[in-house]
């Protein structure tokens, strides 16, 4: 099977269910920031030393479910029913995980900068990349309702993020630089 099709030289695409749209909709909008903070992710997977073992399955299993979120945002125009969904228990996971690394970290005082460590930079530059594709599932969610796990789970993964920055820069014994007002 061939990789390009031709079908979206015009500038057009396909949804899942066939609709076709201008790859500048905002779907197509949402689905790219979706595959962009998936891309950051995998990026951040390959940069981690074989110590973080369990955060990078922990990482992998996240990337599958942005897969999902993904295919939830490419129905958003159909009747399609058997798309893989977000489930209460995807947010209990990313829950979980922000409360176990909390218990260790220091208590946060004031704004700390993105930075540190190589998995925290990355992390961070992650967690930018989750807020801007919250942004933009926002705006989908005022066209079409979603299920509202989508944006529920963006914005609980944009903490895990930014905690598991928090998380590297203490393993790897890196001080935290707050911001200087």
């Known amino acids: 099977m061939k990789i390009y099709t031709k079908t979206g030289d ?11 749209v201008f790859k500048n909709c905002v779907e197509m909008e949402a689905i790219g920031e979706v595959d962009e903070l998936n891309s950051s992710i995998g990026l951040l997977v390959s940069h981690l030393a074989s110590n973080f073992a369990e955060e990078k399955k922990d990482l992998q299993k996240i990337q599958n479910k942005l897969f999902d979120l993904g295919s939830n945002l490419a129905a958003v125009q159909t009747d399609l029913v058997e ?3 977000i489930k209460d228990s995807d947010l209990d996971f990313l829950e979980m995980h922000i409360d176990k690394m909390t218990e260790k970290l220091a208590e946060l005082t004031q704004f700390i900068l993105p930075g540190g460590s190589i998995g925290a ?7 930018a990349v989750c807020r801007r594709a919250e942004r933009v599932v926002t705006k989908l969610d005022q066209h079409y309702e979603l299920d509202e796990n989508i944006p529920k789970y963006l914005n609980r993964l944009s903490d895990y993020l930014f905690t598991l920055a928090r998380h590297f820069n203490r393993q790897e014994k890196v001080d935290e630089i707050t911001w200087q007002k």
Request: hydrophobic letters at 35%.
């Open 121 to 127: 930079s990355l992390a961070f530059q992650a967690r």
């Open 10 to 20: 015009q500038g057009e695409t396909s949804l899942l269910g066939g609709k076709r």
């Open 83 to 85: 798309v893989p969904q």
